[in-house]
């Protein structure tokens, strides 16, 4: 029987005396699309960091593709909320793909040619393929997220966690990225984090509620209780193209 990308059972986590999550259980399969949502300081981020084998848990199991999280981690693609890049720094859309690299590359502080004409590939997967001497500068910000996502898939994953990646970006450049998704989940797994279910529920299979608790439901169950219950009363889910209401 094939490993699953995900297999989590029974997880316990906490921040010293300060339980995050509990009795967490999850399960996801090749090429599911996903996305966790939940409030600030739910353990949303807290789940993707146990899944890069970055945070232990307390108790309970977690294996990617059958393998604890640390050994697994070279199957996973990852988008972190804040990428520490600063756009002023002097460096091409093909700098940063490469970057993805440095794990992989046999030349310690040298890239090789085969990881050069990866990157380039990788570059033309997220349709910038005549962006790769731009300065990161010079990109706008949905530009910029397509290098990131580029960085994450030049490592070659087989599941791809994105932390919020379209928060500072406007409504039509959002859809331009999540559609670029959908078509890579076509290969691969794709884990993402967001706080716009109305959106993101025209791409996702599965909606993974995350509140100390773990709650996954499929698209078509999440209802306006549901939400309620995770977030308050002041939010409200808005569906499809209609206008987004976060309350």
Not at 207 to 224: F, G, M
Request: a negative charge.
């Amino acid at each position: 029987m094939t490993p699953l990308p995900v297999q989590i059972d029974n997880l316990d986590f906490a921040y010293g005396p300060v339980s995050v999550l509990e009795n967490a259980s999850l399960s996801l399969g090749d090429h599911e699309f996903v996305s966790v949502v939940g409030p600030n300081g739910g353990g949303k981020t807290t789940l993707l960091k146990i899944l890069l084998g970055l945070l232990e848990p307390t108790r309970g199991s977690v294996k990617i593709y059958g393998k604890n999280p640390v050994a697994g981690r070279k199957w996973i693609g990852y988008l972190p909320q804040h990428s520490n890049l600063d756009s002023k720094f002097p460096v091409t859309a093909l700098d940063v793909v490469l970057m993805g690299r440095l794990g992989k590359t046999r030349s310690l502080g040298f890239y090789t040619k085969s990881d050069r004409e990866v990157a380039r590939e990788t570059l033309a997967r997220v349709g910038l393929e005549k962006l790769e001497k731009r300065p990161l500068a010079s990109l706008s910000g949905g530009q910029c997220q397509r290098v990131l996502i580029a960085r994450a898939l030049v490592t070659e994953p087989k599941m791809l966690l994105l932390d919020e990646p379209t928060s500072s970006l406007d409504d039509y450049v959002e859809r331009e990225l999540y559609d670029l998704l959908q078509e890579l989940n076509n290969e691969l797994t794709i884990v993402v984090v967001s706080h716009d279910i109305g959106f993101v529920s025209r791409y996702v299979e599965k909606v993974i509620c995350v509140n100390r608790e773990v709650h996954v439901h499929p698209v078509s169950e999440i209802s306006e209780d549901i939400i309620h219950d995770m977030y308050g009363e002041h939010v409200h889910i808005v569906r499809h193209d209609q206008e987004h209401d976060h309350g």
